[in-house]
């Protein structure tokens, strides 16, 4: 599997529009093959901060996510929303 | 490493307790050796299921947080905090 934490601070004045820019991608990924996860939370200490949670069955659903519509669509219009550049820690992953 | 994801339903009237009562916990765990992330996040679309993100250097340091006064001293008042059992995914991961 494929564990990625998406770290995403956006600009204040931007959160209303992130959330809604940020549906599509949420419902596109969840429904996709190989998606285990793909869950959009806010940091409760920041609450302009997010973590996009995703579990992957492998690579190559992560490469057909990177390809799809929604995700490259998402990142069209989505630059202008984050204060920093987005950052993603990204692991190899078995269930204990 | 190990990666955890913690998913935490709460009873909305206890919310407020919830958020005063875990703040312990996350600053003990966040300052533990072998602590490379703590995170308690909110869902958007649920602001009753918390997420704990956890990302520890190996099982031994998970070992340590589990016997942890700050731990054990949560989970022993918690209990009536939340709506469903606490449901935890647990990866063993490496950097991608």
């Known amino acids: 599997m494929i564990v990625i934490h998406a770290d995403m601070q956006i600009k204040p004045e931007k959160r209303e529009a992130f959330l809604q820019t940020v549906q599509p991608l949420v419902a596109g990924s969840q429904a996709e093959e190989g998606c285990l996860r793909y869950t959009l939370t806010q940091d409760v200490a920041n609450l302009n901060r997010f973590t996009?949670?995703?579990?992957?069955?492998?690579?190559?659903?992560?490469?057909?996510?990177?390809a799809?519509?929604?995700?490259t669509g998402f990142f069209k219009v989505s630059t202008d929303f984050f204060a920093l550049p987005l950052k993603a820690e990204k692991f190899t992953a078995a269930d204990v």
């Open 52 to 66: 996009m949670i995703e579990v992957w069955a492998d690579q190559d659903a992560v490469d057909r996510h990177n």
């Open 68 to 71: 799809s519509s929604h995700f």
